[in-house]
């Protein structure tokens, strides 16, 4: 079993910046992808990005590319959410995600364990 925790989360004013940290458990991080989902409450729970398990390949969900950066230190088996620009609208909890398979999630189906996720409030 993976263990997922997050970390950063807070209240940051519209503008403002934000970076997300998830930190896993287990010896082989580099051959898990990674992903960072959000739920903003009544809502579902929306694809944020993604990273493959060596960092080359990421992806990003409509809503925050070109203001959000995923990248991973595999060496400290954490995976990183850095989010600039943000808006009122981006408010949610943020959760991390893995794939044991090694194929980025894309969507809630593709990961196999969630960590607990993080709150990112951002105010008007």
């Known amino acids: 079993q993976v263990q997922l925790v997050e970390s950063g989360g807070g209240l940051v004013q519209a503008g403002g910046s934000l970076r997300l940290s998830c930190a896993a458990s287990?010896?082989?991080?580099?051959?898990?992808?990674m992903a960072w989902f959000r739920q903003a409450p009544g809502k579902d729970r929306e694809y944020v990005a993604g990273i493959s398990g060596s960092g080359a390949t990421t992806y990003y969900g409509d809503s925050v590319k070109g203001r959000c950066t995923i990248s991973r230190d595999n060496a400290k088996n954490t995976v990183y959410l850095e989010m600039n620009t943000l808006k009122p609208e981006d408010t949610a909890v943020y959760y991390c995600?893995?794939?044991?398979?090694?194929?980025?999630?894309?969507?809630?189906?593709?990961?196999?364990?969630w960590g607990q996720g993080t709150q990112v409030t951002v105010s008007s």
């Open positions: 287990g010896r082989t991080f580099s051959s898990y992808a």
């Open positions: 995600a893995i794939s044991l398979t090694g194929i980025i999630p894309r969507n809630t189906a593709g990961a196999d364990y």
